[in-house]
């Protein structure tokens, strides 16, 4: 693609696109845009991500770097049946973990992120880096609430003695205003001291 041609094609897609969108701003037909959109990444001007439902495609003017997994790309492929929709970019690069994930997904607060990181403590390993910057964020309970939910549903690596379990004074709320309604987690609810969300059906909805 000649210079210039590129560029006024990539200042007429400039930001953040679904296929859908790609294909207005282009003014193509969808198998066209799939193929300029795959020749724009070869090049480096672009960047996907999203389950297999859903595809968001950010272009830029200029070449990007490389993008690492980011939190809805890990919380999506450790839940294959329940797949969550990027209503951002949430970009990374350099190291990140399932232990990154879990604590973006609960500062999202949003219901069905932080249902989908239930399914990450099958792969938390690193418990003393989780628990510092679970500590940094403000979020240990909330993280102990879910790990308890969590070994209730799926297989769990065992959370060390050594951290805090219980004994907290000031109640944390994964989501406001969602009391703990199901009777099996009222113990957790008081042992953190973090209502519960979650109902039986959305754990079932979750695959869980």
């Not at 919380?75 to 797949?83: A, E």
């Not at 690069?93 to 500062?107: N, Q, S």
């Not at 607060?109 to 239930?118: D, P, Q, W």
């Not at 549903?153 to 199901?182: C, D, G, W």
Request: aromatic share 10%; charged share 30%; net charge positive.
């Amino acid at each position: 693609m000649k210079e210039e041609k590129l560029l006024n094609t990539l200042r007429k897609l400039e930001g953040l696109h679904t296929i859908e969108t790609a294909m207005e701003a282009a003014g193509m037909k969808r198998q066209s845009t799939l193929n300029l959109l795959c020749r724009l990444k070869k090049e480096g001007y672009v960047t996907s991500s999203g389950g297999p439902r859903k595809h968001l495609y950010k272009i830029a003017l200029y070449k990007q770097l490389p993008r690492n997994e980011g939190m809805f790309d890990i919380l999506n492929k450790h839940n294959p049946h329940f797949q969550l929709s990027h209503w951002y970019d949430h970009q990374v690069h350099g190291r990140y973990k399932a232990e990154d994930a879990l604590l973006d997904a609960i500062d999202t607060k949003s219901f069905r992120a932080i249902l989908a990181s239930l399914r990450l403590f099958s792969s938390i390993t690193d418990w003393p880096y989780l628990y510092k910057e679970a500590k940094n964020r403000g979020s240990w309970q909330k993280v102990g609430a879910l790990y308890d939910v969590a070994r209730m549903q799926v297989r769990a690596r065992k959370m060390p003695m050594r951290y805090p379990r219980s004994h907290f004074a000031h109640r944390a709320y994964l989501i406001s205003n969602y009391p703990t309604h199901e009777e099996r987690f009222l113990p957790i609810e008081k042992k953190w001291n973090v209502p519960i969300p979650f109902r039986e059906g959305d754990l079932r909805k979750g695959g869980l």
